[in-house]
């Protein structure tokens, strides 16, 4: 059965810097592409960053460019989401995903798999 687990959510100050960790089980996920996407109260889930298997083809939101950087260690089956300069508008909870297709990756539906979601919230 594929899981994943997200964490490093929490509450920080605008200007500040998270990292949301995400680690996958159920199979080997070196393949796989890997996403994170959020979803702010009121909103509809978007695409935030994501990365091929390789972790040197990667993909951002305007919103989040030079300011989040996605990575992967696929010796621990884990992809990271380094997010520095946050902003109030960056509060969400946010959802890492894996798919094995090899179409766009910067939309919802090629995943398969979603976690359950970490809250970032971000104080002005």
């Known amino acids: 059965q594929v899981q994943l687990v997200e964490s490093g959510g929490g509450l920080v100050q605008a200007g500040g810097s998270l990292r949301l960790s995400c680690a996958a089980s159920?199979?080997?996920?070196?393949?796989?592409?890997m996403g994170w996407f959020r979803q702010a109260p009121g909103k509809e889930r978007e695409f935030v960053a994501a990365?091929?298997?390789?972790?040197?083809?990667?993909y951002y939101a305007d919103s989040v460019k030079g300011r989040f950087t996605i990575s992967r260690d696929n010796a621990k089956n884990t992809v990271y989401l380094q997010m520095n300069s946050l902003k109030a508008e960056d509060t969400a909870v946010y959802y890492c995903?894996?798919?094995?297709?090899?179409?766009?990756?910067?939309?919802?539906?090629?995943?398969?798999?979603w976690g359950q979601g970490t809250q970032v919230t971000v104080s002005s």
């Open positions: 995903a894996t798919t094995r297709s090899r179409s766009a990756i910067t939309t919802m539906g090629p995943y398969n798999y």
């Open positions: 159920g199979r080997t996920f070196s393949t796989d592409a």
């Open positions: 990365t091929r298997w390789s972790g040197t083809t990667t």
